[in-house]
């Protein structure tokens, strides 16, 4: 490991070697920090357990229920709004949540797989300490409370947390994440995906146009006002694949931070190798 942080404007970060199953580079990486969508990842985590105990097959239909459908009203929540009678495939959900971000699709996996948001957390709680992850939960979107406030309400839940959790906490969900699942890559490398006859492009712009350099696998990007921009990104870079996590990064626009995740990877493996 590079002995000194890499100058960046991020709050903290981490940069892991899958091929060489180490931390190569980090800072602040045990600082808790809002997670905004990078929280995704655990209904995520949660809804590939289920497909693979048979709860679940990724082409169950589930219907949109009337609380999650209210979120949809609000269109800075959602961009594609799901509506009653609406129902959905557990894939397209899925995919709605991994490579767009969306909000309603991870609230409705939750309210199907564990009934209601205090079930949801006491069994997140439950799993991530078996995981031996710290974490403030609050959740499943990663969004501010004050943003969901009338699904919190529906579900009679009054408390006002952020969904909080260290780069080290999230590169530990990652590596149990792309471990017990790994066909979750493939449905992150997606550059597209259709949803109701139209198209939808993957946010991370790296996966249809790439860095001569680099070859992504995904995995999850975030933003909040409170988090500002986070990433979690997979990456293979010289014959190696790494994860990098970015947390709290101050980039001049939304595509910043992906051209930092590899900067961080050339400039940790450049001065790794000079020791």
Avoid: C
């Avoid at 045990?30 to 590939?48: D, E, F, G, R, V």
């Avoid at 679940?56 to 239909?61: E, G, I």
Wanted: net charge negative; glycine share 4%; hydrophobic share 45%.
């Amino acid at each position: 490991m590079i002995s000194e942080p890499i100058e960046t404007s991020a709050q903290a970060y981490i940069v892991f070697s899958i091929t060489d199953d180490k931390v190569i580079a980090s800072k602040n990486d045990n600082l808790k920090w809002p997670t905004a969508s990078l929280a995704k990842l655990i209904i995520i985590y949660q809804t590939m357990s289920a497909i693979q105990q048979g709860k679940l097959d990724y082409h169950s239909v589930l219907p949109v229920t009337a609380n999650v459908a209210a979120v949809g009203s609000n269109p800075d929540l959602a961009d594609i709004p799901m509506t009653v009678p609406q129902g959905y495939e557990v894939i397209d959900l899925l995919n709605m949540t991994l490579l767009i971000s969306e909000n309603q699709p991870a609230l409705q996996l939750m309210l199907t797989l564990f009934g209601s948001l205090s079930n949801w957390r006491h069994q997140t709680q439950l799993l991530l300490a078996a995981m031996k992850i710290d974490g403030d939960i609050s959740n499943p979107t990663g969004l501010d409370d004050e943003d969901l406030a009338d699904f919190f309400i529906s579900q009679h839940v009054s408390d006002k947390k952020v969904t909080k959790m260290s780069a080290n906490a999230l590169l530990l969900l990652t590596k149990k994440l792309i471990l017990n699942f790994p066909d979750i890559l493939s449905l992150a490398q997606q550059a597209q995906m259709v949803i109701e006859n139209k198209i939808w492009l993957n946010r991370n712009p790296k996966i249809a146009n790439p860095s001569h350099d680099m070859t992504w696998a995904g995995l999850k990007t975030g933003f909040t006002d409170r988090a500002k921009q986070n990433l979690i990104a997979v990456i293979t870079h010289q014959h190696k694949r790494y994860i990098v996590v970015l947390l709290g990064f101050d980039g001049a626009n939304h595509f910043a931070k992906f051209d930092e995740a590899e900067r961080l990877i050339r400039e940790a493996t450049t001065n790794e190798f000079s020791k």
